[in-house]
């Protein structure tokens, strides 16, 4: 059974909340919320941007889908961290300004960011194939496509 959470947009305290009202319980070596047995969280992108958490926030996601609790798919806010990350010119608007301020005042690693975000994939098929998880828009082509690919994103 998966528990679908989309655009967290750097609001932790309330997805903490959503994780407790979903019945995960606190992980204390990982520091992490752990879903109920045969239960995973699916995040459906834009994990940041906008609140007051948006690096913790997807610290907490990196942390989730390292101890397999949870899987997440990218999404624009996301991919736009990302290209900020890897040096490229973007404008720091829609909250993006925050997300690097909170960044660079944990000591993120702009590299390591960049290169976790770059490895979430466009879409997810779930539950063999019956469930597709995107973050904006799907095509039943998407299916044959590398979930990664560039082409998907555009």
Known sequence: ???I???V?????ELNQLLEKLGC??????????????RKIVFVGDIVDRGPSSYAALVVVKQMMRKGYALSVQGNHDNK???F????????????????????????DKDRTAKFIEGLPY????DDGKLAVTHAAWR???ATHDPLSKKVRS
């Open 1 to 3: 059974m998966f528990d």
């Open 85 to 108: 990350c890897q040096g490229r010119n973007v404008v720091q608007n829609h909250g993006l300004d925050k997300t690097i301020k909170q960044l660079e005042k944990a000591g993120g």
């Open 5 to 7: 959470i989309s655009d």
């Open 25 to 38: 319980e606190w992980d204390g070596d990982s520091n992490v919320f752990a879903p109920p047995d045969g």
């Open 9 to 13: 947009h750097g609001c932790l305290h």
């Open 81 to 83: 961290l990302m290209r």
């Open 140 to 142: 039943d082509s998407f």
């Open 123 to 126: 879409f997810l098929l779930l």
